[in-house]
């Protein structure tokens, strides 16, 4: 187990870089399970809790989406949004479903073809938005998107999905040429959204933290 324990130079409150011990999180859990501590027994509780309830949620896959909805309105996200964002999670299965179908792999391929949609939606591929909405790597980015972007993104999605099935596509290169095209059309929405609104789609804010300073207001 700590054969898995690397150093890495991090900057220590001193200001200077000095090798500090490091691991993945799934090391870092079972350090906690051999810990004979009896400090460590409401980590080994919890670690069991979730345990149990991933087990839940293979035997019935409701269960996680009773869960997520849960999780989303704990974190102050409103029913309207959370409603958007489950929906949104739907079609982004369905789509992900078909491209493991039709020759995609997961990972890199997905990572390609998710971003070619947001390129034709947005102008920007994942990591420009979240630089453009101030996100840190680790965050989701779509749990800080309002229920327009979501939306937009939904429409993408599902359009590519509906495409590579009437098309019929095989193989990474067809599927993100669809991609293109699906990103492309929820594109052309969006323009034509900031024509009437004379507003961009896409907003620096993200979502839920201006969704609490309204409430604060």
């Known amino acids: 187990?700590?054969?898995?324990?690397v150093q890495l130079k991090i900057v220590a409150p001193d200001g200077k870089n000095r090798e500090t011990d490091m691991?993945?999180?799934?090391?870092?859990?079972?350090?906690?399970?051999?810990?004979?501590?009896?400090?460590?027994?409401?980590?080994?509780?919890?670690?069991?809790?979730?345990g149990?309830?991933?087990?839940?949620?293979?035997?019935?896959?409701?269960?996680a989406i009773f869960r997520a909805e849960k999780i989303y309105e704990q974190k102050g996200y409103n029913?309207?949004?959370?409603?958007?964002r489950m929906r949104g999670i739907n079609i982004r299965n369905t789509l992900t479903d078909e491209w493991k179908d039709r020759g995609a792999r997961e990972g890199i391929d997905f990572a390609i073809l998710?971003?070619?949609?947001?390129?034709?939606?947005?102008?920007m591929?994942?990591?420009q938005i979240k630089d453009?909405?101030?996100?840190?790597?680790?965050?989701?980015?779509?749990?800080?998107m309002d229920e327009m972007e979501l939306i937009l993104t939904m429409l993408g999605e599902a359009t590519t999905t509906r495409i590579s099935k009437n098309k019929n596509s095989d193989g990474f290169k067809s599927l993100q040429k669809d991609a293109k095209i699906g990103g492309k059309i929820a594109g052309?929405?969006?323009k034509q959204i900031e024509n009437k609104t004379k507003q961009k789609v896409l907003r620096k804010e993200n979502y839920l933290n201006n969704t609490q300073k309204k409430k604060l207001k």
């Open 23 to 50: 691991a993945s999180m799934k090391a870092i859990f079972r350090m906690i399970q051999s810990i004979p501590s009896p400090k460590a027994e409401p980590f080994k509780q919890w670690l069991a809790k979730v």
């Open 125 to 127: 591929n994942a990591k």
């Open 1 to 5: 187990m700590y054969e898995e324990i």
């Open 132 to 144: 453009y909405k101030n996100l840190d790597n680790p965050d989701n980015l779509r749990d800080h």
């Open 79 to 84: 029913d309207e949004w959370v409603a958007k």
């Open 114 to 123: 998710t971003n070619e949609i947001y390129k034709g939606t947005f102008e």
């Open 188 to 190: 052309n929405t969006r």
């Open 52 to 63: 149990q309830e991933r087990i839940e949620e293979i035997q019935d896959p409701e269960r």
